[in-house]
């Protein structure tokens, strides 16, 4: 049967296929032998036609294609040739214009993957046949899409106020884009923020972060979250949902000052964080100060 009807009732064609095998000059057939690749081809389930040609991806050889599409019914296309990333979009082109959807196109790529890689030709050659079999295999389950136009929200979401995304933020903001910067801890500057110089020029380290934290705190691009955590990342590219949890500060940020006056007033340590911070004017380690907080807890004190 040529036909045969899904669950849904649809007329689900039988796969078609045609395999077309590159040379490209020398690449491919300096090292693959081509016919016997064809001849593997062609005894492949649902492969209608198998050829080869010099070069797929020039005028004759995407024609050679077209023809077959229109004469031969063909409902599937494999190229062996090169890197998808060359020519993918060439090919899935050439299959459109004959009428055929471009996402029932595969493609295995036996230059980069075998001939320029391998130096025995038996082993290429066999190499070859098996990256054809899994694309033949691989296109026949495939189905047609159309592509969606979708809007996008020009925004971006930089996960970390560290110094790279202090500067990831501002290059976002400055072309024009929304940019929402979290920061789990209280404030942005990262492992930078406690360095004295930097390597390799011993540059001062406050020098170079604090104007840009400052021009990341102002930016009317730049949205800031600080001690904050994300939770949860859905939907796609360009639609991303994103959840971010805000810690408890227990302080008015639209009334703060930063005078200070808060860390020597409050009852409670102070937050627990990887750098190290000052108590009292002695400095603690972060361990310390969880430490602490878990005996704290332990005796109600």
Request: proline share 5%; hydrophobic share 40%.
């Amino acid at each position: 049967m040529a036909e045969e009807e899904t669950k849904t009732g649809e007329v689900e064609e039988e796969p078609k296929i045609g395999v077309y095998i590159c040379h490209c000059g020398h690449n491919i057939l300096g090292m693959v032998d081509v016919p016997a690749v064809v001849a593997d081809a062609s005894n492949l389930p649902g492969v209608a036609v198998a050829r080869e040609y010099q070069f797929m991806c020039s005028d004759p050889g995407q024609e050679l294609i077209k023809q077959d599409i229109r004469e031969l019914g063909l409902n599937r296309v494999v190229v062996a040739s090169c890197s998808p990333l060359m020519h993918e979009r060439t090919f899935r082109r050439t299959c459109a214009d004959a009428g055929l959807n471009p996402y029932l196109f595969a493609m295995a790529n036996i230059r980069e993957h075998v001939s320029w890689v391998s130096e025995d030709k038996r082993l290429a050659t066999d190499k070859a046949k098996q990256l054809i079999r899994g694309e033949v295999r691989r296109v026949a389950l495939q189905e047609a899409l159309t592509p969606m136009v979708v809007e996008v929200k020009p925004a971006a979401l930089v996960v970390g106020g560290g110094i790279a995304g202090i500067q990831a933020a501002l290059d976002i903001a400055d072309s024009g884009k929304k940019v929402y910067l979290v920061e789990r801890e209280a404030s942005i500057g990262g492992h930078m923020a406690v360095f004295d110089k930097t390597f390799p020029t011993l540059d001062c380290a406050a020098c170079i972060l604090t104007p840009k934290m400052v021009d990341v705190g102002v930016h009317p691009n730049v949205e800031l979250l600080t001690y904050s955590e994300v939770t949860n990342v859905d939907g796609f590219v360009g639609n991303f949902k994103v959840a971010v949890k805000k810690k408890a500060r227990c302080v008015d940020l639209e009334k703060c000052n930063s005078c200070g006056d808060c860390w020597t007033l409050c009852p409670r340590i102070p937050y627990p964080t990887k750098l190290l911070v000052a108590v009292e004017g002695t400095t603690i380690k972060a361990k310390k100060l969880e430490e602490k907080e878990k005996i704290r807890a332990a005796t109600g004190e």
